[in-house]
């Protein structure tokens, strides 16, 4: 009969299986079998048997046994442990199974189980008891235990001086204290007695490129270790390492062939695929290994390095940061280098250059910095205007390979510095016929420093030409503009640098700076807003936004919601948490600010700015003893850094505790015994304690240090003005001014000229200062403050107007001559104000003045609209408050007045007018 196979169903089908499934051999064929996979080293042929043999007979306690050991052998720690156990309780013989479950606890990783439950087990059979001790040593040594591992391993040694497992380890315990030539004999007297063991070679491998740096015959070592067991890992990886490493990028992707067809999906094996993709550029291919990884090993150190280095290389800065963050945390110094410098890279682009400095100091501490560093470090130090600290390393960058161009530079900055202006000549020779920008950089940094505008732009055009689709020199063209002065180019220089690149932060902020203070800040925060919409998670444009937001009238409820979601959403990032815990301490909310900073650190412990900021809320709750703790803490985590111990000195001082804030102080010293900061509470801690020829002897080492510039002659003057020394402290501060004139040295001068009655010297000096400088504002503006503190109406007045002579739109010279108009009950006051208020209508201050003008003429109802919108833009000005209560007072509005004293006297001693406060609120 012909069947029609079509309509045969899947159950009849699969009948012929089941019988062949079911009608298998007897277990004692297939216990057969298995041993004869096992003899032959396949290892999956032998488990199958084993497995089918424990389906028939599940008490088969040599399948039990011998299943487990195959499972130990191929990895599976866990499933070794449940069969050995098995066998155990099915009555396998101790020396058999406790060896192996031991094992079995060490390739899981459950070490303390293991020494918890062997520790102290002893097995009658010499070479098991070995080898259990041995496993048992190898524990305590991975738990860093040192002298528990050395017990454990003569204990091994005792039982069976020849067991290879306790000698392998001793081996690498030799190798971990660098006693190679104990290496070399321990592991020649392993490789004679059992020559096929495929760990001894692979140790042997790694004690040549340790010990010798041999790598050809490590390689060779490698290899060997390979030939005995094809599944030594360890083998492959070291190969392809050392390949890496030599640069040797075809036989490194050679043998990662290899290595595939053993292991196709291991993550060392995709590691390997994803560094050398992301090496030849293919950063499609770079991207979908790391991108596994961090599924399988979202945690592991190379993971993190290598999805850092892809995701930053294909331009998404933010998940770049995150990845390497997290492995800077992590990884030993040694293998941080790329990834710090990276970070600082990424730093640099978001306009963030105090990070890139802290993420480059562990680099630039050690002796061996990659000239690279300095380079990066110098780039920072030039976004935040620090001209002289971008010099220096711009020559360590170039002193360090004196074998390129760089060493060139090297020597033509410290020309420069001694004074040959042939130094210059050098540096343009050199970035004539050099393709990168380090010449042209360090030239831009000495010629700023000297105020030589114009070659300064002639050295940026060079850095244009080189890097013409890159924002750098468009940037350095607009820091360059606007120290001297000239904003309107600035501008245009920050707005070439964007259309260079979209996301370059730096221009963003820049520009975003020039609309704060031509008081434009809508249009400041549009700038933020737009940068946002490219770069949504950029934590310093949103914290940017946030503050603009407050002083354009944000709620404060809003502003610091928005901080706390922002805390949530990147919560390894401090900036957010510190801007609300300076949010709340302006408004005198001190445990809340206590409780924020205390989150924090629980959420990054090793953050030191995070330990700074609670260090300075524990002190402002009156908790300095924890204070100090976290400033050990924090000088704990950066070791070289003289910060905390600058912190822990200021929180002495204000302790009273000048024993422990001088030996902070000395300690900062110890670090940089340059460090003026340290200097000057030491000058004033001799003052304090009345001990002036100290303080002039610190004053003196200063001078030593610093004999090129004007730091020790303001020092000297600031002493001789404390001890009331007026006519030395004027001498002091007009050598300084001869050696470099500036403002504030001019106003210093002219106010000890006042302290020490030498009023024909301060009125003579006034004149030959406003007639050299007829265009110095701020100087003026300090003799119209002089004069008003003095009470000196008239002479005020007219130095307000000379400013509005030079400054026309000056709002606050304008708001003081309306103050001081309607003081005299001169109508012409009104005018002033309103003008002010035009010119800068979000200010407070001026709004404050211009509603008492309103007051005093007769306008109470515009009064109250004006000093309303005063206290809606600074609700924390509780003067504001207090004026408006009075406005509504004298309109008769008592119902309006009483809210707001209310207010004002909820606060408490937050608010010192509380006394005004009762009077004016008695009878309402």
Known sequence: MKINKQILSPVILSLPLLFAACSGGSAESMMSSAKQHISKNEANAAVIELKNVLQKEPSNVEARYLLGKLLLDTGDGAGAEVELTKAQDLGRSKDDVVPLLAKSLLVQGKLEPLVSRYADTQIPTAAANAELRATVAFAYAQLRKAPEAKKALDQAFASDPNNISAQLLQAKMQMYQRDFDAVDKTLAKVIAQAPENAEAMQLKGDALLESRHAADEALAAYRQAIK????????????????????????????????????????????????????????????????????????????????????????????????????????????????????????????????????????????????????????????????????????????????????????????????????????????????????????????????????????????????????????????????????????????????????????????????????????????????????????????????LQSRLGANAADTESALKKMSQDSPQEPGPRLL?????????????????????????????????????????????????????KWAVLQPSSVNPYMALAELYVATKDRPAARQSLTRALELNDHYLPAQRILIGLALDDGKPDLARKWVKTVQTQHAGDITGQVLEAEVEEALKNWSAAALAYQAALNKSPSTDLAIKLHHTYVMGNKGTEADTFVSRWTQKYPSDVAFVYYLGDSALASK?????????????????????????????????????ALQFAENAVKLQPKQAPLLDTLADIYASQGNIERAIEVQKQAVEIEPQAYLHRLHLAKFYLTAGKKADAKVELKKLADLGEKFAAQDEVKRLSVGL
């Open 580 to 632: 609300l815990i300076r949010k709340l301490l302006d408004r005198k909310e001190l445990k809340q600010a206590l409780t924020v900073a205390q989150d924090g650190v629980a959420a990054m412990p090793d953050q030191p700015n995070m330990l700074a900021g609670l260090a300075q809320v524990q002190q402002l709750n009156g908790q300095s003893a924890q204070a100090a703790d976290s400033l050990n």
């Open 228 to 547: 005995l067991d094809k599944k030594n890992l360890l083998s492959y990886s070291a190969i392809i390492w050392t390949e890496l490493s030599q640069k040797n990028t075809a036989a490194a992707k050679k043998d990662l062939d290899e290595m595939s067809k053993v292991f196709p999906d291991h993550p060392q094996t995709r590691l390997f695929k994803g560094m050398i993709a992301l090496e030849a550029g293919d950063l499609k291919t770079a991207q979908e290994q790391s991108q596994y990884l961090l599924k399988v090993s979202p945690d592991n150190l190379r993971t993190l390095q290598l999805a850092g280095a892809v995701e930053f290389n294909s331009n998404s800065l933010v998940q770049a940061e995150t990845h390497l963050t997290k492995f800077v945390k992590g990884a030993p110094p040694a293998m941080q280098t790329s990834s710090r410098m990276m970070l600082a890279q990424i730093y640099l682009r978001g306009g963030e250059p105090n990070k890139a400095v802290a993420v480059l100091q562990p680099l630039l501490a050690d002796k061996t910095a990659v000239p690279a560093a300095y380079s990066l470090v110098a780039e920072a130090y030039m976004q935040l205007g620090e001209g002289a600290l971008a010099e220096a390393n711009f020559e360590k960058a170039v002193k360090g390979n004196p074998g390129d161009v760089k060493s060139r530079i090297a020597l033509a900055i410290a020309q420069v510095s001694k004074g040959n202006e042939k130094g210059f000549d050098e540096l343009q020779a050199i970035s004539a016929a050099d393709k990168e920008v380090t010449a042209d950089l360090a030239l831009v940094s000495l010629l700023i420093s000297r105020q030589q505008w114009d070659s300064a732009l002639k050295a940026i055009d060079s850095i244009a030409k080189k890097q013409p689709d890159r924002p750098l020199a468009e940037n350095l063209r607009a820091r360059l503009e606007l120290a001297r002065g000239n904003k309107v180019a600035a501008r245009t220089a920050f707005e070439g640098a964007l259309k260079l690149d979209p996301k370059f932060y730096p221009a963003v902020t820049g520009l975003a700076a020039l609309d704060q203070q031509d008081q434009h800040l809508d249009a400041a925060a549009k700038r933020f807003q737009a940068y946002l919409v490219q770069e949504p998670k950029s934590v310093p444009a949103q914290l940017s936004l946030i503050e």
């Open 792 to 828: 000196k109406y008239a002479q005020a007045e007219t130095y307000y107007r000379n400013v509005l002579k030079i400054q026309p739109n000056n709002a606050a010279a304008m708001n003081n001559v309306a103050w001081l108009l309607n003081r005299e009950k001169n109508p012409a």
